[in-house]
């Protein structure tokens, strides 16, 4: 040193003491940037991770399996067709009349026709060709067919239970009331009287004639045997009445707008 003109100093205690203090802050910040740097990191790392979606679990197979039975039966077809119904049909509308037997066959019907025909007889109102079946016209079509004083008589003897009482107890019936209950009933017939839109207790053989629909009666006490017409059907009533006698006369027949044919 001396040979190149230069002095060696010696180093002084502060440069040394700044020397050592540059170190240890190096040293220092060293170590500080290596603990820091790799928790950044894994912090980036587990916020990464909590942004993917979990992964689907996989179930098991199950652990049993359905169960086969060793014969299945099958439902079998029915062996039968089913039974349908027939179409309903429509039963024709009732025709409401007083239905006329023919002449009774057996011997009590047959006594008991002949004993209303032969009181009629007996009263001159109907003789006996009024009571026999005649032939249709051709308009009519064939066959035979009832005459009103028939459909009357027939009524009477099988329907009339006051003319049955009379004769049953053997008592005569009162001539002017049977007249009035078979010229009443020969009307009905003679003008179609199912086909009245009233006719309330018409030929109803338990109740007075005077109680039918439309009549009216007077008690009037008979002195003489005339005959009398009743309205305008040209038919006879109460010949031969039994003089001094008070009886339920038929004064009044009201049936107009009643469907009246004959």
Known sequence: AEEYGMTSRPISRSTKLLIAGGVLICLIIGIVLGTTQPWKNDNNVSRSR???????????FPSTYPTISANPTATRRPTTSPTYSPEPT????????VTTPPVPTTSANAAMYNAVAQFIMDLGISDASSFTRFATNAEEGTGNKNTPQQKAVNHIAQNDNIFQDWVFQNVPPPAQSMAQRYVLTVMYFA???????????????????????GLQCEDITVYSTQTEQVATSQIIVMPRLNLGSQQEIVTEIRLENNKLKG
Do not use: R, V
């Open 90 to 97: 429509l039963s024709p509308k009732p025709t409401i009349q």
């Open 191 to 213: 003008l179609s009287g199912y086909q009245w839109e009233e006719k309330t207790k018409w030929l109803d053989g338990s109740l007075h004639e005077c109680q039918w629909y």
């Open 50 to 60: 909590t942004n993917i979606p979990p992964s689907p679990t996989i179930s098991p």
